[in-house]
């Protein structure tokens, strides 16, 4: 992951709940929001649940810098909350992970 011309950096997060755990799924990223919010370097930090599918997750978040991702990431807190989250999700948390690198046409 880069940094993008601009220095801040653009994340999508997709994930799917194992069955029977669409709620706890919900739950769990609803508590975490409010503390990567806080995070120093965070841009935006929302959570979004799909129209139609219970089970799929998007996570939309910006940081000022790489940097300010990395630390978020390697926070005792989240280091924390990968166990609990990998019950609760199908596939690997870096499966669902998209990089954004914003770009402005020339007109």
Not at 7 to 36: C, H, M, N
Not at 64 to 89: N, Y
């Amino acid at each position: 992951m880069t940094a993008t011309p601009n220095g801040y950096v653009t994340v999508i997060w997709q994930t799917r709940a194992k069955p029977g755990k669409e709620t706890a799924l919900r739950d769990f990223i609803t508590a975490a929001v409010t503390p990567s919010r806080n995070d120093p370097g965070n841009i935006d930090y929302e959570a979004h649940q799909v129209e139609g599918d219970q089970a799929a997750f998007v996570i939309y978040e910006r940081w000022e810098s790489r940097q300010h991702l990395d630390d978020h990431l390697g926070a005792p807190r989240m280091q924390g909350l990968v166990p609990q989250m990998l019950e609760l999700i199908d596939g690997s948390i870096e499966d669902g992970i998209t990089l954004l690198q914003p770009f402005r046409p020339s007109n």
